[in-house]
């Protein structure tokens, strides 16, 4: 099984091994990505940042609008598609990663994004999303979370924290939220991410990483709802806080965080906790916790992903997990490839009339 990147061929690669004239290859901005359809956000949505960024980094990768689909579910981010000078499928609620993987199974050139949220991902669409992950597609998935349910205005969500209080739950959630990386990582998922929706430079980074990851990319962000939940990520996003309250995954590195880079991670036992690094502290970089993205033991990211919940320790962003495993349309094409060797083409009139017929007048 060939788990190298498939790159898109170029107009003149074509041109040439088909013995046809050169055809120049158009340069691509982000504005080449952007469409013509009015923006159905609120004012100050955390959409807009994302798909800025999106439009951004598209015109890097190299690839075709033609060779780009963006397939949505349900819920305002899923409004994406119309906004990007692509090809793109708005299906139905929590349905996305079926119609992607139905696609990418029947055409793998092509380069596919599911872009969903919370709701539409964690709720009514669990099942499809799990069973994307662990076939392994070549696809890459964006989860906006905001927490809440926006579009039917600002009830609950699957990652909502206990007590919030919404129009469907007047007197506090009782429910316990989804973490969506610890759900991808028990998933299977080969590459698992987070960023913010504010963060302008980790980002677009993390979108490039999840692109030329060779199977499910996922990749979780932080995005604010200034409607519904407006500030249910301020802590990390923001420039007076953000130091003291979020540590970056790098691989090989010890997890640092702080204004001054003056705190760690380390394991206690079996716990996490924060220690101090200044001068006066008897721990040092040796004691911390180093980041291993690529281990095929997820246990770490496991560990990583639970930090969100215990709230005297920093929100993780970054790459948690990157491994290489098969993917699903390299195999499926492999087995049709198979079976051609053996039996044939195939004829499907010839299919449909071997056996029993009958005529019904």
Same mark, same amino acid.
């Given at each position: 099984?060939?788990?190298?990147?498939?790159?898109?061929?170029?107009?003149?690669?074509?041109?040439?091994?088909?013995?046809? #004239?050169?055809?120049?290859?158009?340069? $691509?901005?982000h504005?080449? @990505?952007?469409?013509?359809?009015?923006?159905?956000?609120?004012?100050?949505?955390?959409?807009?940042?994302?798909?800025?960024?999106?439009?951004?980094? $598209?015109p890097d990768?190299?690839?075709?609008?033609?060779?780009?689909?963006?397939v949505?579910g !349900?819920?305002?981010?899923s409004? @994406?598609?119309?906004?990007?000078?692509?090809?793109?499928?708005?299906?139905?609620?929590?349905?996305?990663?079926?119609?992607?993987?139905?696609?990418?199974?029947?055409?793998p050139?092509l380069?596919?994004?599911?872009?969903?949220g919370d709701?539409?991902?964690?709720? !009514?669409?669990?099942?499809?999303?799990?069973?994307?992950?662990?076939?392994?597609?070549?696809?890459?998935?964006?989860l @906006?979370?905001?927490q809440?349910?926006?579009?039917?205005?600002?009830?609950?969500?699957?990652?909502?924290e206990?007590?919030?209080i919404t129009?469907?739950?007047?007197?506090?959630?009782?429910?316990?939220?989804?973490? #969506?990386?610890s759900i991808? *990582?028990?998933?299977?998922?080969?590459?698992?991410?987070r960023?913010?929706?504010r963060?302008?430079?980790?980002? #677009?980074v993390?979108m490039?990483?999840?692109?030329?990851h060779?199977?499910?990319s996922?990749?979780?962000?932080?995005?604010?709802?200034?409607?519904?939940n407006?500030?249910?990520?301020?802590?990390?996003?923001?420039k007076?806080?953000?130091?003291?309250?979020v540590? *970056?995954?790098?691989?090989g590195? #010890?997890l640092?965080?702080?204004?001054?880079?003056?705190?760690?991670?380390r394991?206690?036992?079996?716990?996490?906790?924060?220690?101090s690094?200044?001068?006066?502290?008897?721990?040092?970089?040796?004691?911390l916790?180093?980041?291993d993205?690529?281990?095929?033991?997820?246990t770490?990211?496991?560990?990583?992903?639970?930090?969100?919940?215990?709230e005297?320790?920093p929100?993780p962003?970054?790459? @948690?997990r990157s491994?290489?495993r098969?993917?699903?349309?390299?195999? $499926?094409?492999?087995?049709?490839?198979?079976?051609?060797?053996?039996?044939?083409?195939?004829? *499907?009139?010839? $299919?449909?009339?071997a056996?029993?017929?009958w005529?019904?007048?």
């Amino acid at each position: 099984m060939n788990l190298v990147k498939r790159k898109f061929r170029s107009s003149a690669v074509k041109a040439i091994e088909t013995n046809s #004239p050169p055809v120049a290859v158009p340069t $691509l901005t982000h504005r080449d @990505f952007e469409s013509d359809q009015d923006k159905r956000w609120c004012p100050g949505c955390g959409d807009y940042s994302i798909l800025k960024q999106t439009q951004k980094i $598209l015109p890097d990768l190299g690839i075709p609008r033609e060779q780009l689909v963006f397939v949505s579910g !349900i819920g305002c981010s899923s409004r @994406f598609p119309y906004y990007m000078n692509t090809y793109g499928f708005h299906t139905i609620h929590g349905r996305a990663p079926t119609i992607a993987s139905g696609l990418k199974a029947t055409n793998p050139d092509l380069s596919v994004w599911v872009i969903t949220g919370d709701g539409d991902t964690l709720s !009514i669409g669990g099942n499809h999303f799990i069973h994307l992950l662990r076939r392994n597609f070549d696809i890459n998935v964006l989860l @906006f979370n905001n927490q809440i349910y926006g579009l039917t205005k600002g009830q609950y969500s699957p990652t909502s924290e206990v007590g919030k209080i919404t129009k469907s739950t007047p007197a506090g959630s009782i429910d316990n939220p989804f973490n #969506p990386i610890s759900i991808a *990582l028990a998933a299977g998922a080969t590459f698992v991410a987070r960023s913010l929706d504010r963060d302008t430079k980790h980002l #677009p980074v993390m979108m490039k990483a999840a692109f030329e990851h060779k199977g499910t990319s996922f990749v979780e962000i932080y995005q604010n709802c200034n409607i519904f939940n407006d500030g249910a990520f301020f802590t990390y996003t923001e420039k007076a806080t953000k130091a003291d309250n979020v540590v *970056l995954l790098e691989h090989g590195d #010890p997890l640092i965080f702080g204004a001054n880079l003056d705190k760690g991670i380390r394991l206690n036992g079996f716990q996490p906790e924060v220690i101090s690094l200044n001068g006066d502290s008897t721990y040092a970089t040796d004691d911390l916790i180093t980041h291993d993205q690529f281990t095929e033991d997820p246990t770490l990211a496991h560990f990583l992903s639970r930090m969100t919940e215990n709230e005297e320790l920093p929100l993780p962003i970054g790459i @948690f997990r990157s491994i290489q495993r098969p993917c699903y349309e390299d195999a $499926l094409t492999q087995q049709i490839d198979t079976q051609k060797e053996k039996k044939g083409e195939g004829n *499907l009139e010839s $299919l449909l009339n071997a056996g029993d017929t009958w005529v019904v007048d």
